[in-house]
């Protein structure tokens, strides 16, 4: 193989023209010849067994060329890349025949997309605020309330009439202009009253009724009620009231944080809340200020981003989406099904998201370059360690799945988010009020490694 010519035809665009000599490609001719020639029939041979200069003089020399080609073709591309230097970020290329015969060999031409030749601004002295975190003792109990919640149980009533927040066990069937309708009876139904989750007045007409009572519930059904035929029209629903249930709260003391947690008082469970409370707020304000700093560099970015950049990172998004849907027992289609979207419609929401963080990634790989950040091997060794404990598989697996190279592009875009930051002027100021709506995030993949999703793909195969 020859790189004959790597010629630069537009803005992130080159044009690699590729030769292989005539011997090389007589021996691919050969091998597509063994592997497809017993599919050939030809007069006065069994099935397969004519040799090839009969198959090549009764179809034609060019036989097998596409086969021949197909066969080298990967191998040519890759080489080519390297030699070239260029660093090629999707592999839909153009292809253009220049020249192919037996004597010869080929000339092709192939157009591909390479990284963009960006610019960023200033990446020292950026300035970032930086709130301090605390705790509330409110914030505590409120987790401590929430912990109550999930290990409630509900209990009968029986000495008094429904009241709001009640559940009550009912019988009912709807009638409209005095005829039954489709989904409009239910026997045992729980309904938590005042929760909103019937046509308007329903619920209320049941408070103040007592266990056993049956009686009539007066509606009318919205305007814009999803079954049409409904819609607008008065309703009448004969009701039986069976039972009343009310949730009851454990205790909240030493008892119920043995319960609950490996602590033998509510005193250390507090403390350990407050604790990881204050070390999940703490993470939040550094990622944020991260953002905040390498947003200033993205901000600065000089230079065309090739929509393809772009576009991989959609399809990268929507497949993760996937992937989560997956775990729940969903698959994309379904999900678009239920949303009444398609995949194209759907694909364009993840599109701020998607430019952002490729952005994000071109900006720290450039500091990366500029500063010469790199990974040294005991880095890479300690992730391949981390990646094989969080997904459960020996390390060897790890390894084979994932090149160490791309570990090394990760740990090193991680490092220079560690450069900006010691770099930058960061003020710490109060904590924003609660009530004062927190900027959204710039992206969650700054330090998003392609390694982790190529383990997913590993551990699924």
Avoid: C
Wanted: hydrophobic share 40%; charged share 35%; aromatic share 8%.
């Amino acid at each position: 193989m020859s790189l004959k010519e790597t010629k630069k035809i537009a803005t992130n665009r080159y044009e690699l023209e590729i030769t292989v000599d005539g011997e090389k490609f007589r021996e691919a001719i050969k091998e597509a010849y063994k592997r497809n020639g017993k599919k050939i029939n030809v007069p006065g041979f069994r099935k397969g067994k004519a040799p090839l200069s009969i198959v090549e003089k009764m179809y034609g020399e060019s036989v097998f060329f596409e086969d021949a080609l197909n066969l080298l073709y990967n191998d040519l591309i890759e080489d080519a890349i390297n030699e070239s230097g260029l660093k090629v970020i999707d592999d839909k290329m153009d292809f253009d025949l220049v020249s192919i015969s037996k004597e010869e060999g080929v000339d092709f031409k192939v157009a591909l997309t390479t990284y963009p030749e960006i610019e960023i601004g200033e990446y020292k002295g950026l300035k970032a605020e930086k709130p301090v975190v605390k705790v509330e003792a409110a914030e505590v109990n409120s987790q401590i309330k929430a912990m109550a919640e999930r290990n409630s149980r509900m209990v009968s009533v029986e000495d008094r009439a429904a009241k709001k927040d009640d559940t009550a066990v009912i019988d009912f069937e709807g009638f409209v202009d005095g005829v039954a309708f489709e989904g409009g009876k239910a026997e045992g139904h729980n309904l938590i009253l005042g929760s909103g989750q019937f046509i308007p007045g329903f619920e209320d007409q049941i408070m103040g009724k007592k266990i056993g009572e049956e009686f009539d519930v007066n509606v009318t059904f919205p305007e814009e009620y999803g079954a049409k035929e409904l819609a607008g029209k008065p309703a009448v629903f004969k009701v039986k009231l069976h039972e009343l249930k009310v949730k009851e709260l454990p205790e909240i003391d030493d008892e119920f944080a043995k319960d609950v947690s490996e602590f033998d008082t509510l005193k250390e469970l507090k403390a350990d809340i407050k604790k990881k409370t204050l070390e999940r707020k703490k993470a939040a304000v550094e990622e944020g200020v991260e953002n905040e700093l390498v947003q200033q560099i993205v901000d600065s970015i000089k230079g065309e981003i090739p929509e393809a950049m772009f576009e991989n990172r959609l399809n990268q998004s929507v497949e993760e989406f996937g992937y989560r849907l997956q775990s729940q027992g969903l698959n994309l289609e379904t999900y678009l099904q239920y949303t009444g979207s398609n995949l194209e419609d759907f694909k364009k929401t993840f599109r701020p998201q998607a430019e952002s963080q490729v952005k994000f990634r071109l900006a720290l790989e450039k500091i990366v370059e500029l500063e010469n950040i790199v990974a040294d091997e005991k880095d890479i060794e300690a992730q391949f360690e981390k990646l094989a404990s969080d997904y459960g598989v020996e390390i060897d697996r790890v390894k084979a799945a994932i090149p160490a190279s791309e570990v090394a592009k990760d740990l090193a875009v991680g490092k220079a988010i560690d450069f900006i930051k010691a770099n930058a002027v960061i003020t710490e100021v109060e904590e924003a009020k609660e009530e004062k709506k927190a900027p959204a995030k710039k992206t969650t993949t700054a330090k998003k490694t392609t390694t982790k999703k190529a383990a997913e793909k590993k551990e699924e195969k």
